[in-house]
Each structure stands twice: as structure tokens, then as C-alpha cells.
């Protein structure tokens, strides 16, 4: 079970806005440049200007309106037929940076690992790699759990909140990494072996 399962009811009360913003002239490729950049600046702002932890109230925040963007960016291209094969590249390739550079200011703070950290951050992009590869061998786009974007994003979200608020976070919070790295490089297999399966089976 992942959060991705709650995605046709996100989209369901975005679907006014996204009528919207096509006839404003908004296309695909402009939301998901934009919500990568957005996140790029924010995580390196973190990670460079290291603000006081309230600072990391952002990263909560930003998770929930990047759902949105990434949900109006699908929409848009699906429903209002603005599908390019630049834009399949860039929603993937957009993901696996914008995730990066939120993961990356969680490095400095403590009790965090910044080799955990790292970690989480490559497996993170490789089970997106792992999810895109699916049509390659005839199944489609795997977004199996248990630790996809949207699991994530909650993680990581939640840290941030945590640390808004309370400011510091507690000592065993060391071993969360560590077991997030074990359940992103679980969804990396489940995304393969799914994939296969579904490859498996007989076309009709």
C-alpha cells in the first residue's frame, strides 16, 4: 500500500484548477520546470544558509503544493492533450533532482548520517530509474511501494514539521534513515519484480 493509491482523488479537486490554468495557456512542461526549480532552491537554501530549524516548516509545505504541481502537470498533459516526448523526460528527470535537493539539507541536521542520507538519496532516484524502466520490458510505469515519491515526501515532510516545532529531534531519529534506505531499496525490488510479472503475462 502507498500514499500514490489517494492520487484519483487529489486529482479529482484539482481538475477545476487545471481547466483554469489551460485556458490561461499554462502547459505541462512550464508547471514541472517550475515546481523543480522551486524545489532546488529551497533545498540548497537549507542546506547553504542552514536557518533556524523553523525554517524547515518550508519543507512540509512545499511537499503538499509539489503534489499538486506534479498532479496539475499529468492532468494537463493527459486531458487537455499536451503530451511531448520532451515532457516524459522531464517529469521523470525533475522528480529525481527536486527530490534530491529536499532530502539533501536533512544531511546537517542531527542525529542524522550524512552517508544515510546520501544513501536514501541515491536509492530514492534509483527507484524511480527502476519504476521508469517498466515499459522498456512490456509492463508499464511501476509506482509500487512501500517507499515511493509520495511516502517519502510524507517522511521527509513530517521531519520538517517536527523540527519546526520542536527544533532539535530526538536521538533515536538516528535509526530512521537507515530504515528508510531498507524500504526504498525494498521498493526498488518490488519494482522490478512487479514489472516482470506483469511483462509475464500474456497479451491479448
Excluded at 509492463?139 to 513530517?158: E, I, L, M, N, T
Aim: proline share 6%; glycine share 8%.
Amino acid at each position: 500500500m502507498s500514499i500514490y493509491a489517494l492520487k484519483p482523488k487529489f486529482q479529482a479537486l484539482l481538475r477545476p484548477l487545471v481547466r483554469g490554468l489551460h485556458g490561461m495557456g499554462v502547459t505541462a512542461n512550464q508547471v514541472t520546470l517550475l515546481a523543480c526549480a522551486i524545489s532546488v532552491v529551497l533545498g540548497l537554501w537549507l542546506y547553504v544558509a542552514q536557518p533556524a530549524p523553523v525554517a524547515f516548516a518550508l519543507v512540509p509545505a512545499w511537499m503538499f503544493v509539489r503534489m499538486a504541481f506534479n498532479a496539475i502537470d499529468g492532468m494537463l498533459a493527459r486531458e487537455h492533450h499536451q503530451q511531448t516526448k520532451l515532457g516524459a523526460f522531464l517529469n521523470e528527470l525533475t522528480d529525481v533532482v527536486s527530490d534530491a535537493a529536499l532530502y539533501l539539507p536533512f544531511a546537517i541536521v542531527a542525529p542524522f548520517s550524512a552517508f544515510w542520507v546520501g544513501l536514501v538519496i541515491m536509492l530514492a532516484g534509483l527507484s524511480e530509474f527502476a519504476g521508469a524502466l517498466g515499459p522498456t520490458v512490456g509492463a508499464s510505469r511501476r509506482y509500487d511501494g512501500p517507499a515511493g515519491k509520495s511516502d517519502r515526501a510524507f517522511v521527509f515532510g513530517a521531519l520538517g514539521l517536527w523540527l519546526a516545532v520542536m527544533g532539535t529531534l530526538p536521538a533515536k531519529a538516528e535509526w530512521l534513515m537507515p530504515l528508510l534506505a531498507v524500504a526504498v531499496a525494498w521498493t526498488v525490488v518490488n519494482r522490478v519484480r512487479h514489472a516482470l510479472a506483469e511483462a509475464a503475462i500474456p497479451k491479448r
